[in-house]
């Protein structure tokens, strides 16, 4: 599947769908350089895109980068509640507070 998506990517079709689904990917197989890489590159292309910010809040979380999630999380609850994207706001705020907690006991 990766691959299909990089053919897709290389043939000029850079969308942020595209990148959503190349970070999911690259995140399930736990590349998470390559993961935050496309997660940010989608919010890049659609910085209204809620799903993206979700995405890459959690792989930034992954990747042992707490406050860089944070700051993915905070952006993707305020453009979801701006969209209307009730249940995808709920669902980073409640990432968020785990991030804020795991961060917290590790200070």
Known sequence: MI???ERLLANGQDTAMLRLGLGNAYL???DLVRAVAHLHAAVEHEPGY???WKALGKALTEA???NEAIAAYQEGIRVAEQRG?????KEMK???RRVYSSRDKSS
């Open 85 to 89: 994207d009730i249940q995808a706001a």
């Open 50 to 52: 809620s799903a993206a």
């Open 3 to 5: 691959a299909q998506l």
């Open 28 to 30: 399930q197989a736990g």
């Open 64 to 66: 042992g980068k707490p």
């Open 94 to 96: 409640i990432f968020l």
